[in-house]
Every structure is written in structure tokens, then in C-alpha cells.
């Protein structure tokens, strides 16, 4: 037996230990024709990223996690949700160092305990802290809990600046960000939370476009995040100027970081702005409150073009133009933001934009305002993608919470589940139609024998795409405290190619 012979023997051996489940026999055909569909199977590890809730020592937040129940996903599962600085990756175990610590001496800090462990899928976990010192958090599920695990991050301020109601889900690492609708307005505190949960640190730009373009801020560049930790940047420390409406591109250079931005405002409130979807000609905005008395659009076109798009919204009764406002020109590289007032009119809406002519890639978000004097209250929804196989929120109550669902093209059947509730209930069903080119707001399902909070999944069953967003909503002291979040694919399913094993290619 020759040298080529064996080397031959051990790349088929190496090769196959790799490919594992591979075949060991050669498939029949060749060629374009005999490629088969990829399959779709249940995630096995999903990871997100929660931003420190408050600096309000009045803050009191709750920490909703959910699994939806999927099939092919197997029994075994593990999940934790726990501070950001922790002393192994991916979420870290939460095990405490010894006395030595890390960095040596004695009484070295010991790491914290899990704030949310899921021990299964089907009924939400709830968790609790107060203050403003609370820590950013990384999340890890692993096994049957990891498809569609989503986490609700929820905050109440009882005064002070940002008071109200504000919420976010927490999502995952990624490596570029926007967020159209921040500000370094006098009455503005914004912040964006940068959030590393990887063994190595992460380099990152922000960048700052205002309504003449992009922003002089040499301080927002070459950011360095720590492995495990989190950075909030007060974007006011970044430009010298005041700007009223600002698009946030956050460009991450090495590693991956979680991106959300803290919007709050001295008189009317705040929220969280969560990322808009990727730059795209067309988008949706899904649920826009029907009592809002003021809705602001915010707009940028990141490329060489300007955009011009038409405005519409999808009402109860099908696609509206607002009056005054049936177009909007974004110009190139700045940022463009439109007042709607009072657009809703008791409605329910989504606005849907489009192209009037040339397609040009676009971001956009909404600031939502309800009440009115000193008793209102603010909330951002960005553009977000369709649903795809499955969406999901957590922390729903049986009053307080909204379920809004677009269909911004063909009509639709939208099946919504409502989970068994964190301390009691039993799951229900309901099927949904909505026409297109209208929103609903749809009669929420509740759990029978109710007790806690529910989590909510939206399934499209059939007809075009749907787009969804929930409201959850709380009074207090008159003020109307809101917050909106959108809802995107839980990334619960990934497409897995089938593929065989071919030893021919060792020999080209």
C-alpha cells in the first residue's frame, strides 16, 4: 500500500467522524436536480441579552422568560438568565469563584445568582429587582427550552425622568444596529446600552446622523466592551450640538455586542427603542395605540440615494393616506422626521411605507405619545420584519395587554395561543382573520384559570404576511404609562440541508 493510499484511507476516516450522521454510501445522482429541501429543525441554543433597566432608584422591574412548547425539540433542557459580568461564558453557570478571586487577594466577588432558571417549556418564569443599580443580563437555553425562548425585560418608574412604563426584548448578539428616533434634545436623556457576552472584547462605532447627515463624534468610535460586561453611552457626551431627532448606527467592529437605546424624556415619559429591521425599501410599523394623540416618524436612508416613500396607514377598514402627508422625501445619509399629530383618530393603526417610484433601502421608527399636559407618556415601535414561522411575547396580563396584527398586503389567518399561566392556567387557542391592508386589535385568549402572567405566540396559518406588535399598559397616578414591542420571528426553527457524504471530492 502506497503513501497516497493511506492518505486517502485516514481523509475518509477524518471525514467521516466530522460528518457524523453522514451516509458512508454514496449518493445515486449528481447535479442541481437531486438537491433536496433543507428541513427545518428546532433550534438547540439560543442566547439573549437583557440591558440594565434603570438608573432610577424608584425602578421596579420584572423579568418575564417563555418557551413556547415545540415539536422535534426533545425533553432535556437547560436555561439561565443571570448578571452580564460573570466568570465563564455564553450566560456563565453562576458559580462563585473561591476566596482568592480572579484578580488574587482574598474575599474576591462572588458572582450572583441567576435572576430566571426555566426548568420547562409551556409556562412563563418570572423574576423581580429594584433600584437602579441592576445589572445588564445574559441568557443561555440549551435543549427544549432553547426554540423561541424569549425573555421580557419590564420597568416602572413612578417618577422623575422617564417615568412610566418601559419594556424590551431581549435579543441577541449581532453586528450592526440602527435606531432611528433617539435624541440629545435638552429635555432627552438617551442612552445606548452595548452589551458583550463573549469571552474577548468587542469593538464598536456609533455613529450619530442628525438632520444635515452624519455627526462629528470622535468619542463614539473604537469602543472597547469588555468580554461580559456592559457599556451605556450617553449620547449627549458624544456631539457637542442639540439634535432633536437622531438615527444611532452602531457598526460593530470586532465581536458581537446586544444594542438597545434608552430614550427618556424629562416631561413626557420613555422607552426603550429597540433595533429597526434591516434597511429596506418597504416597511411596516405595526401598532400604533388607537388613543395616541401625537404619532412622529422618523426616517434615514443609509446609502447614496434619497428615498421617497408613500405614507399610509392600514386602519380597521383598509389603507388610508393621512392627509397633508402622503409622501415622504428622506435624503441621503440624513436624518428626516414628520409630525402625524393626531393620526389615529380612535383607531387602531400600522403605517406602512413604500417606495413612490425608485426602490431605496430605508429605516424608520415611530415615537408614539398618549395623554395629554403633564399626564403623558412615550413609546417607540420600529419597523419589523413579518412573522415568519412563529412569534412570541411574554409578560401578558389578563387586562393591560393589546395584541395588534397587520396585514399589509393579502388577507390572513393568524392562529394566537395564550400560555399557561406563570402561577396556574391552562393554555387556549384562537384563530384569527385579518383582511388585508388592515390592523386589528384582536381579542386577546385568555388562560383558563388564570393565575400570573401569560405568554402569547402568534402563528400565521395561511394568506400573506402578517406583521404584530403588543402593547402592555398600566395607569398610574393618571398618567397612561405604555410601552410597545414589537414582534418579529422567534427564530424558534432553522433550515438544516440534508447532505451525503462524497469521498470523490478527496481526489480532485
Not at 426555566?118 to 445574559?138: F, H, I, N, R
Not at 469602543?223 to 431627532?245: C, G, K, M, Y
Not at 394623540?293 to 399610509?312: E, I, M, N, Q
Request: with cysteine.
Amino acid at each position: 500500500m502506497n503513501r497516497t493510499t493511506v492518505s486517502l484511507i485516514a481523509c475518509a476516516t477524518a471525514l467521516a467522524a466530522v460528518t457524523g450522521f453522514a451516509t458512508l454510501t454514496a449518493p445515486e445522482a449528481s447535479g442541481p436536480d437531486t438537491a433536496k429541501a433543507a428541513a427545518e429543525l428546532p433550534v438547540e441554543r439560543t442566547s439573549l441579552l437583557c440591558p440594565s433597566p434603570s438608573i432610577s432608584d424608584l425602578a421596579e422591574t420584572s423579568y418575564t422568560s417563555f418557551t413556547p412548547v415545540t415539536r422535534g425539540a426533545g425533553n432535556a433542557g437547560k436555561a439561565e438568565l443571570a448578571a452580564a459580568a460573570q466568570d465563564s461564558g455564553d450566560g456563565g453557570d453562576a458559580k462563585d469563584k473561591d476566596d482568592k478571586g480572579e484578580k488574587g487577594g482574598k474575599g474576591g466577588k462572588k458572582t450572583a445568582k441567576p435572576v430566571l432558571t426555566p426548568e420547562k417549556p409551556g409556562t412563563p418564569v418570572t423574576g423581580d429587582t429594584s433600584g437602579g443599580d441592576a445589572p445588564a443580563l445574559v441568557g443561555t437555553a440549551t435543549g427544549s427550552l432553547a426554540p423561541g425562548w424569549t425573555v421580557q425585560e419590564t420597568t416602572e418608574v413612578a417618577a422623575g425622568t422617564g417615568r412610566g412604563l418601559q419594556g424590551v426584548a431581549c435579543a441577541p448578539a449581532d453586528t450592526e444596529f440602527w435606531f432611528p428616533g433617539a435624541s440629545t434634545d435638552a429635555d432627552r436623556t438617551d442612552y445606548v446600552h452595548l452589551t458583550n457576552p463573549d469571552d474577548s472584547a468587542a469593538v464598536v462605532d456609533v455613529e450619530l446622523y442628525g438632520k444635515e447627515g452624519a455627526l462629528a463624534a470622535p468619542a463614539g468610535e473604537d469602543i472597547t466592551v469588555p468580554p461580559h460586561s456592559s457599556e451605556p453611552i450617553l449620547l449627549s457626551t458624544l456631539v457637542s450640538d442639540r439634535q432633536t431627532n437622531l438615527t444611532v448606527h452602531v457598526n460593530v467592529r470586532s465581536g458581537r455586542v446586544g444594542a438597545a437605546v434608552q430614550a427618556l424624556d424629562d416631561k413626557i415619559g420613555g422607552d426603550w427603542l429597540a433595533a429597526a429591521t434591516d434597511p429596506a425599501p418597504s416597511l411596516v410599523l405595526p401598532g400604533i395605540p388607537k388613543d395616541a394623540t401625537d404619532v412622529r416618524l422618523v426616517a434615514f436612508t443609509p446609502g447614496d440615494a434619497d428615498a421617497d416613500l408613500k405614507v399610509r396607514l392600514a386602519s380597521p377598514s383598509g389603507l388610508i393616506t393621512p392627509a397633508g402627508n402622503e409622501t415622504l422625501h428622506v435624503k441621503a445619509g440624513m436624518t428626516t422626521a414628520v409630525d402625524l399629530g393626531d393620526v389615529m383618530r380612535g383607531e387602531a393603526g400600522s403605517l406602512v411605507l413604500t417606495p413612490t417610484d425608485q426602490s431605496v433601502p430605508v429605516v424608520a421608527a415611530v415615537r408614539v405619545t398618549r395623554g395629554k399636559g403633564d399626564k403623558q407618556e412615550t413609546a417607540f415601535i420600529p419597523a419589523t420584519h413579518a412573522i415568519g414561522r412563529r412569534a412570541t411575547a411574554a409578560d401578558n396580563s389578563a387586562k393591560g395587554a393589546t395584541l395588534s396584527l397587520v396585514a399589509p398586503g393579502r388577507s390572513a389567518q393568524v392562529k394566537v395561543t395564550a400560555s399557561a399561566g406563570s402561577d396556574g392556567g391552562k393554555a387556549v387557542s384562537r384563530t384569527y382573520t385579518i383582511k388585508g391592508g388592515t390592523t386589528q386589535d384582536v381579542e386577546l385568549p385568555v388562560p383558563s384559570g388564570l393565575k400570573g402572567t401569560f405568554a402569547l405566540t402568534v402563528e400565521p396559518v395561511s394568506g400573506g404576511p402578517v406583521h404584530a406588535a403588543r402593547t402592555l399598559a398600566a395607569t398610574e397616578d393618571g398618567a397612561p404609562g405604555f410601552t410597545v414591542q414589537t414582534l418579529p420571528d422567534d427564530r424558534g426553527m432553522v433550515r438544516v440541508p440534508e447532505a451525503d457524504q462524497d469521498l470523490s471530492v478527496l481526489l480532485k
